[in-house]
């Protein structure tokens, strides 16, 4: 089993930066494949990133690409969410999420596919 604690939300202007950490309990963070989602207000949590355990493969929604990069430091037991010209569309809690997985290179998409949730962290992005 793991816990999950994300840290870095806050308000931000419109074009601005924000990293979010989230840091994993347990000695096997290696062993869970990471992603992100968010949920804003009103709307369904969607998904915005994922990392293979490896660090290898990663994936990232349409809406975010080339703004926003996923990486993880395994020595740290830490996944990170580089979120660069942020918009009004972003706000959100963001989600970080571990599913413990055998394959190096697999990436999940989908909220169902992970068993460990955070608590999730406001990001607010004022236009």
């Known amino acids: 089993q793991v816990q999950l604690v994300e840290s870095g939300g806050g308000l931000v202007q419109a074009g601005g930066s924000l990293r979010l950490s989230c840091r994993a309990s347990g000695r096997t963070f290696s062993s869970y494949a990471m992603g992100w989602f968010r949920q804003a207000p009103g709307k369904e949590r969607e998904f915005v990133a994922a990392?293979?355990?490896?660090?290898?493969?990663?994936y990232s929604a349409d809406s975010v690409k080339g703004r926003f990069t996923i990486s993880r430091d395994n020595a740290k037991n830490t996944v990170y969410l580089q979120m660069n010209s942020l918009k009004s569309e972003d706000t959100a809690v963001y989600y970080c999420?571990?599913?413990?997985?055998?394959?190096?290179?697999?990436?999940?998409?989908?909220?169902?596919?992970?068993?460990?949730w955070g608590q999730g962290t406001q990001v607010t992005v004022s236009s």
């Open positions: 990392i293979s355990r490896s660090g290898r493969s990663t």
């Open positions: 999420a571990a599913d413990q997985v055998f394959s190096m290179v697999v990436v999940h998409t989908t909220q169902y596919e992970y068993d460990y």
